[in-house]
């Protein structure tokens, strides 16, 4: 079973703050992603990566910025934090080969930014 | 671009009934993967089932099947002898072959299982 940890698992920050999302996996998946989930929207991809120093943009990228360290760690970066980043943010993992298509999701960080 | 859309916000179903939720997509690509996820009340998300574009058999694990219709970009979700426990919300996503292998998702459904 893939695991995937993020942290913090619940965040709130000033508008304007800086915040930091973490994400790490332990199943050697190149795969990486950021997805945010808002009510209505469902889950949004923000970044995604297929190894470290590897950088891909998604389709709501706006405010984010994010770096992939190692294969196994995968970091959100919010620099300047405004309330439209108050989400749920999702990272998950996925490999490659057949099975390669299927993700792994960590349990969620809750960003509320006041 | 690719584009997943579910139009029921929710679902209301008595227990050991079947549910069949709606989900259609766009894509220009002629070769892709449907997925449906399932996310439970504590927020945990996990993968259900998946259909291959190529494949014309519709996937079924355990008591998950799908409804595959190409000609209309549909994959609809059925489930069957619903349990108390399948009350969650389901969400349908996609990833293009040649679109790397980001999913797509749709704004998803949520199904009420009740006694």
């Known amino acids: 079973e893939a695991a995937v940890t993020q942290s913090p698992r619940n965040k709130v920050t000033v508008t304007g703050g800086n915040v930091t999302l973490s994400c790490r996996q332990t199943n050697s998946h190149n795969y990486m992603y950021w997805y945010r989930q808002d009510t209505g929207h469902g889950l949004r991809l923000i970044h995604y990566?297929?190894?470290?120093?590897?950088?891909q943009i998604g389709d709501v990228p706006d405010g984010y910025k994010a770096t992939r360290t190692t294969q196994e760690d995968f970091f959100l970066l919010l620099e300047l934090a405004s309330p439209s980043q108050t989400s749920l943010y999702f990272c998950?993992?996925?490999?490659?080969?057949?099975?390669?298509?299927?993700?792994?999701f960590g349990e969620g960080s809750r960003l509320i930014v006041v | 671009a690719q584009k997943v859309t579910q139009t029921q916000t929710s679902i209301s179903v008595m227990e050991k009934t079947t549910v069949t939720m709606d989900c259609v997509y766009e894509t220009q690509d002629s070769s892709y993967f449907l997925f449906w996820y399932k996310q439970t009340a504590s927020g945990e998300i996990v993968f259900l089932i998946r259909q291959d574009s190529y494949k014309k058999e519709n996937a079924t694990v355990g008591h998950y099947s799908l409804n595959f219709q190409k000609p209309k970009s549909s994959i609809g979700l059925i489930i069957t002898a619903t349990q108390i426990e399948d009350s969650a919300v389901y969400f349908c996503a996609m990833r293009e072959d040649q679109g790397g292998r980001a999913l797509i998702f749709g704004t998803g459904t949520t199904v009420s299982v009740s006694p």
């Open positions: 998950a993992s996925s490999g490659t080969g057949g099975s390669g298509n299927t993700l792994y």
């Open positions: 990566s297929y190894g470290a120093g590897n950088l």
